[in-house]
Protein backbone atom coordinates (compact mmCIF):
# COMPACT_ATOMS: atom_id res chain seq x y z
CA UNK A 1 0.00 0.00 0.00
CA UNK A 2 1.09 3.40 -0.71
CA UNK A 3 0.18 6.95 0.25
CA UNK A 4 0.22 10.20 -1.21
CA UNK A 5 2.01 12.63 0.89
CA UNK A 6 -0.30 15.25 1.82
CA UNK A 7 -3.01 12.23 3.34
CA UNK A 8 0.14 11.03 6.02
CA UNK A 9 0.89 14.91 7.31
CA UNK A 10 -3.37 15.54 6.91
CA UNK A 11 -3.43 12.47 9.11
CA UNK A 12 -0.93 13.11 11.82
CA UNK A 13 -1.87 16.86 11.67
CA UNK A 14 -5.73 15.37 12.34
CA UNK A 15 -4.34 13.12 15.30
CA UNK A 16 -2.59 15.54 17.08
CA UNK A 17 -5.99 17.36 17.72
CA UNK A 18 -7.90 14.84 19.49
CA UNK A 19 -8.64 14.12 22.96
CA UNK A 20 -7.07 11.75 23.53
CA UNK A 21 -3.73 13.04 22.04
CA UNK A 22 -4.17 15.71 24.13
CA UNK A 23 -4.36 12.96 27.35
CA UNK A 24 -1.27 11.40 25.95
CA UNK A 25 0.28 14.43 25.25
CA UNK A 26 0.12 15.65 29.20
CA UNK A 27 1.24 12.32 29.98
CA UNK A 28 4.86 12.79 28.03
CA UNK A 29 4.74 16.52 29.00
CA UNK A 30 5.05 16.00 32.63
CA UNK A 31 8.03 13.32 32.15
CA UNK A 32 10.23 15.61 30.95
CA UNK A 33 11.09 19.08 31.84
CA UNK A 34 12.32 20.11 28.13
CA UNK A 35 8.20 19.59 27.80
CA UNK A 36 6.71 20.71 30.76
CA UNK A 37 6.73 24.39 29.42
CA UNK A 38 4.34 23.52 26.57
CA UNK A 39 0.36 23.96 27.11
CA UNK A 40 -0.47 21.52 23.86
CA UNK A 41 1.05 20.50 20.90
CA UNK A 42 0.24 22.96 18.75
CA UNK A 43 2.57 24.97 20.88
CA UNK A 44 5.74 22.96 20.85
CA UNK A 45 5.30 22.40 17.30
CA UNK A 46 5.17 26.16 16.80
CA UNK A 47 8.26 26.38 19.09
CA UNK A 48 10.20 23.43 16.61
CA UNK A 49 9.14 25.24 13.55
CA UNK A 50 10.23 29.20 14.68
CA UNK A 51 12.96 30.34 12.53
CA UNK A 52 14.04 32.25 16.23
CA UNK A 53 14.92 29.84 18.93
CA UNK A 54 17.75 28.35 20.51
CA UNK A 55 18.45 25.56 18.71
CA UNK A 56 19.86 23.54 21.64
CA UNK A 57 16.57 23.56 23.37
CA UNK A 58 15.29 22.84 20.24
CA UNK A 59 17.44 19.42 20.23
CA UNK A 60 16.63 18.86 23.98
CA UNK A 61 12.71 19.08 23.04
CA UNK A 62 13.53 16.50 20.58
CA UNK A 63 15.57 13.89 22.21
CA UNK A 64 12.71 14.39 24.99
CA UNK A 65 10.24 13.56 22.68
CA UNK A 66 12.00 10.70 21.25
CA UNK A 67 13.03 9.06 24.94
CA UNK A 68 8.91 8.92 24.93
CA UNK A 69 8.92 7.41 21.50
CA UNK A 70 10.74 4.41 22.99
CA UNK A 71 8.12 3.41 25.11
CA UNK A 72 4.97 1.55 24.58
CA UNK A 73 1.16 2.23 24.45
CA UNK A 74 -0.81 5.78 23.18
CA UNK A 75 1.94 8.12 24.71
CA UNK A 76 4.91 6.40 23.06
CA UNK A 77 2.44 6.72 19.51
CA UNK A 78 1.88 10.83 20.67
CA UNK A 79 5.69 11.58 20.90
CA UNK A 80 6.36 9.64 17.68
CA UNK A 81 3.82 11.83 15.86
CA UNK A 82 5.08 14.80 17.33
CA UNK A 83 8.46 13.88 16.33
CA UNK A 84 7.37 13.55 12.89
CA UNK A 85 5.40 16.35 12.28
CA UNK A 86 8.39 18.69 14.04
CA UNK A 87 10.73 17.24 11.26
CA UNK A 88 8.43 17.28 8.17
CA UNK A 89 9.69 20.51 7.02
CA UNK A 90 13.13 17.92 6.81
CA UNK A 91 11.35 14.94 5.63
CA UNK A 92 9.22 16.73 2.75
CA UNK A 93 13.19 17.79 1.48
CA UNK A 94 14.43 14.50 1.70
CA UNK A 95 11.51 13.74 -0.30
CA UNK A 96 12.23 15.83 -3.31
CA UNK A 97 15.65 14.87 -3.34
CA UNK A 98 14.65 11.02 -3.76
CA UNK A 99 12.26 11.87 -6.41
CA UNK A 100 14.91 13.88 -8.17
CA UNK A 101 16.87 10.68 -8.11
CA UNK A 102 13.83 8.64 -9.66
CA UNK A 103 13.73 6.46 -6.15
CA UNK A 104 10.38 5.18 -6.76
CA UNK A 105 7.17 5.84 -7.80
CA UNK A 106 6.35 9.20 -5.81
CA UNK A 107 3.14 7.53 -3.35
CA UNK A 108 5.96 5.06 -3.00
CA UNK A 109 8.38 7.14 -1.55
CA UNK A 110 6.21 8.72 0.88
CA UNK A 111 5.35 5.60 2.48
CA UNK A 112 8.90 4.75 2.64
CA UNK A 113 9.80 8.25 4.09
CA UNK A 114 6.80 7.34 6.78
CA UNK A 115 8.32 4.15 7.59
CA UNK A 116 12.11 4.93 7.67
CA UNK A 117 11.32 7.60 9.72
CA UNK A 118 9.30 5.89 11.79
CA UNK A 119 11.70 2.52 12.40
CA UNK A 120 14.57 5.47 12.92
CA UNK A 121 12.98 7.52 15.87
CA UNK A 122 11.57 4.03 17.55
CA UNK A 123 15.41 3.09 17.22
CA UNK A 124 17.87 5.47 18.13
CA UNK A 125 20.42 5.46 20.56
CA UNK A 126 20.23 8.75 22.29
CA UNK A 127 23.20 8.49 24.44
CA UNK A 128 25.10 8.32 20.88
CA UNK A 129 23.45 11.40 18.91
CA UNK A 130 24.43 14.99 19.18
CA UNK A 131 21.98 16.72 16.76
CA UNK A 132 19.00 15.16 16.57
CA UNK A 133 17.21 16.02 13.70
CA UNK A 134 20.41 16.06 11.44
CA UNK A 135 20.76 12.60 12.50
CA UNK A 136 17.23 11.10 11.73
CA UNK A 137 16.96 12.70 8.21
CA UNK A 138 20.13 11.46 7.56
CA UNK A 139 19.32 8.05 8.38
CA UNK A 140 16.29 8.26 6.63
CA UNK A 141 17.42 9.07 3.49
CA UNK A 142 20.58 6.96 3.44
CA UNK A 143 18.39 3.59 4.02
CA UNK A 144 15.84 5.05 1.97
CA UNK A 145 18.24 5.31 -1.03
CA UNK A 146 20.03 1.56 -0.18
CA UNK A 147 16.54 -0.03 -0.11
CA UNK A 148 16.05 1.69 -3.40
CA UNK A 149 19.20 0.38 -5.03
CA UNK A 150 18.72 -3.14 -3.40
CA UNK A 151 15.62 -3.64 -5.22
CA UNK A 152 16.52 -2.22 -8.65
CA UNK A 153 19.47 -4.98 -8.21
CA UNK A 154 17.14 -7.69 -6.86
CA UNK A 155 15.23 -6.80 -10.15
CA UNK A 156 17.81 -6.44 -12.67
CA UNK A 157 18.81 -9.83 -11.49
CA UNK A 158 15.43 -11.41 -12.00
CA UNK A 159 15.34 -9.94 -15.67
CA UNK A 160 18.68 -11.55 -16.58
CA UNK A 161 17.57 -14.96 -14.61
CA UNK A 162 15.84 -18.39 -16.58
CA UNK A 163 12.25 -17.97 -15.52
CA UNK A 164 12.30 -21.75 -14.63
CA UNK A 165 14.62 -21.21 -12.59
CA UNK A 166 12.89 -18.30 -10.62
CA UNK A 167 11.17 -19.49 -7.32
CA UNK A 168 7.32 -18.81 -7.48
CA UNK A 169 7.54 -16.95 -3.87
CA UNK A 170 10.65 -14.81 -4.80
CA UNK A 171 9.72 -10.99 -3.42
CA UNK A 172 11.88 -8.27 -3.48
CA UNK A 173 12.67 -6.14 -0.56
CA UNK A 174 9.58 -5.60 2.12
CA UNK A 175 9.28 -1.68 2.33
CA UNK A 176 6.88 1.39 3.03
CA UNK A 177 3.39 1.34 4.96
CA UNK A 178 3.80 -3.19 4.67
CA UNK A 179 7.01 -2.80 6.62
CA UNK A 180 5.45 -0.47 9.28
CA UNK A 181 3.07 -3.85 9.95
CA UNK A 182 5.30 -5.85 9.59
CA UNK A 183 7.69 -4.37 12.18
CA UNK A 184 5.19 -4.03 14.29
CA UNK A 185 4.21 -7.21 14.54
CA UNK A 186 7.62 -8.63 15.38
CA UNK A 187 8.68 -5.92 17.57
CA UNK A 188 5.54 -7.59 20.10
CA UNK A 189 7.41 -10.81 19.34
CA UNK A 190 11.28 -9.61 20.69
CA UNK A 191 10.69 -6.24 21.55
CA UNK A 192 13.27 -3.02 20.51
CA UNK A 193 15.05 -5.98 19.14
CA UNK A 194 12.93 -6.45 16.13
CA UNK A 195 14.06 -3.26 14.18
CA UNK A 196 17.78 -4.86 14.83
CA UNK A 197 16.21 -8.61 13.32
CA UNK A 198 14.67 -6.95 9.84
CA UNK A 199 17.16 -4.61 8.99
CA UNK A 200 19.52 -7.49 8.60
CA UNK A 201 17.00 -10.66 7.43
CA UNK A 202 14.71 -8.04 5.88
CA UNK A 203 16.39 -5.20 4.34
CA UNK A 204 20.22 -7.05 3.97
CA UNK A 205 21.83 -4.67 6.06
CA UNK A 206 25.02 -6.76 7.23
CA UNK A 207 24.98 -6.77 11.45
CA UNK A 208 27.80 -4.40 11.43
CA UNK A 209 25.70 -1.59 9.45
CA UNK A 210 22.94 -2.44 11.43
CA UNK A 211 24.72 -1.94 15.04
CA UNK A 212 26.21 1.53 13.35
CA UNK A 213 23.05 3.10 12.05
CA UNK A 214 21.49 1.55 15.64
CA UNK A 215 24.32 3.10 17.93
CA UNK A 216 25.48 -0.37 19.08
CA UNK A 217 28.66 -1.88 19.04
CA UNK A 218 29.08 -5.05 16.56
CA UNK A 219 29.01 -7.45 19.34
CA UNK A 220 25.79 -6.49 20.91
CA UNK A 221 24.20 -6.22 18.22
CA UNK A 222 25.41 -9.97 17.42
CA UNK A 223 24.44 -11.11 20.69
CA UNK A 224 21.20 -9.55 20.42
CA UNK A 225 20.22 -10.56 17.12
CA UNK A 226 20.86 -13.71 18.12
CA UNK A 227 18.68 -14.21 21.11
CA UNK A 228 15.82 -11.70 19.11
CA UNK A 229 16.13 -15.04 16.15
CA UNK A 230 15.63 -17.41 18.85
CA UNK A 231 12.73 -15.93 20.50
CA UNK A 232 11.45 -16.09 16.98
CA UNK A 233 11.85 -18.93 16.57
CA UNK A 234 10.33 -19.97 19.84
CA UNK A 235 7.40 -18.37 19.19
CA UNK A 236 6.73 -19.78 16.03
CA UNK A 237 6.66 -23.22 17.30
CA UNK A 238 4.08 -22.38 19.86
CA UNK A 239 2.32 -21.27 17.17
CA UNK A 240 3.17 -24.16 14.88
Given at each position: ????????????V?????????????????????????T??????????????????????????????????????????????????????????L???????????????????????????????????????????????????????????????????????????????????????V??????D????????????T????????????A?????????????????H???
Open positions: MSFKWHEIHDSLMTSTTLQFQKSFETIRCSDPALAGFDPAALLDALHGRDGCAERKNRILMALIGAAHGGGAASDCALTLVLLALWPGLDAVRRRLWRKAGRPEDISSEILARATETVRGLDLRRVNRVAATVLRNVERDAIRAHCREAAWWTSVDDADPDTIDDCATGPICGVEGIFLRRDERLVGRGDLVLRVAIDGFQGETARALGLSEAARKRYQRATRRLREAFEFA
